[in-house]
């Protein structure tokens, strides 16, 4: 993950990602992102944001190996990361090391819905 003053950018990696799959939907502290990847396993998670953001003005850009996103920060403060991550159906805590990587890299392309 990194981030400016007005944005923070940040990647999922999984392998042979099906691009028609690709859910990314957002409210003011809540992100959720669910695809299909390596031959229909489901990858599914919710995001409670370290800070606000401004849905409308988020991106997110799609490719085989990743999905890059841009999230367009609601105020002005530093994040440091990106907040806590869950597993969307039951709700349980993920550690980041053990199932996936969110590195940094900027992007912009279409709007999360």
């Known amino acids: 993950m990194t981030e400016s003053n007005t944005n923070v950018y940040f990647a999922v990696y999984a ?3 099906d691009p028609k799959s690709i859910k990314v939907t957002g409210t003011r502290d809540k992100l959720r992102i669910s695809f299909y990847w390596n031959m229909g396993v489901l990858f599914d998670i ?4 370290k800070g606000p953001i401004i849905p409308t003005l988020c991106t997110a850009e799609v490719s085989s190996k ?4 841009n999230l367009r920060k609601g105020d002005g403060t530093t994040w440091g990361q990106v907040g806590m991550v869950y597993d ?3 709700g349980l805590e993920l550690h980041q090391k053990e199932h ?3 590195p940094d890299i900027p992007l912009p392309t279409e709007n999360i819905t």
């Open 15 to 17: 392998k042979l990602i």
């Open 46 to 49: 919710e995001i409670g944001l």
């Open 66 to 69: 990743m999905i890059e996103l």
């Open 88 to 90: 969307a159906e039951t």
């Open 100 to 102: 996936f990587a969110i």
